[in-house]
């Protein structure tokens, strides 16, 4: 199993980012997928998660309205729209992968595997 993520950057705040993650080696479509993320000295935090089809999402609270995730099966690929960006983001987010299609936990043993990670800096 691999997840490649990609799309971080530096961002003013108010700023726009997409963050991909590819995924191979296992069956893309028959695994919910997720995004966390993790600031210097901080635990990790749950940010979103989508179910197998994508048509059920959940995030948490401090990016609700403002970050939108999707999938795309036929590209293996699920994608984290982060708008209205605000210094507080700044992390090394991660994609993961459930093999639970519908799994719906948001702690990190939840999810089986992980990719290397992105850094997102929203600068104020």
């Known amino acids: 199993v691999q997840l490649q993520a990609s799309g971080g950057g530096l961002v003013q705040a108010g700023g726009s980012l997409r963050l991909s993650c590819a995924g191979s080696?296992?069956?893309?479509?028959?695994?919910?997928m997720g995004w966390f993320r993790q600031s210097p000295g901080k635990e990790s935090e749950f940010v979103a998660r989508?179910?197998?089809?994508?048509?059920?999402?959940m995030y948490t609270d401090s990016v609700k309205g403002r970050f939108t995730i999707s999938r795309d099966n036929a590209k293996n690929t699920v994608y984290l729209q982060m708008k209205s960006l605000k210094p507080e983001d700044t992390a090394v987010y991660y994609c993961?992968?459930?093999?639970?299609?519908?799994?719906?936990?948001?702690?990190?043993?939840?999810?089986?595997?992980w990719g290397q990670g992105t850094l997102v800096t929203v600068s104020s």
């Open positions: 080696g296992f069956t893309f479509s028959g695994y919910s």
């Open positions: 993961t992968a459930d093999p639970r299609a519908s799994g719906w936990g948001r702690s990190p043993h939840d999810f089986a595997y």
């Open positions: 989508i179910n197998w089809s994508g048509d059920n999402t």
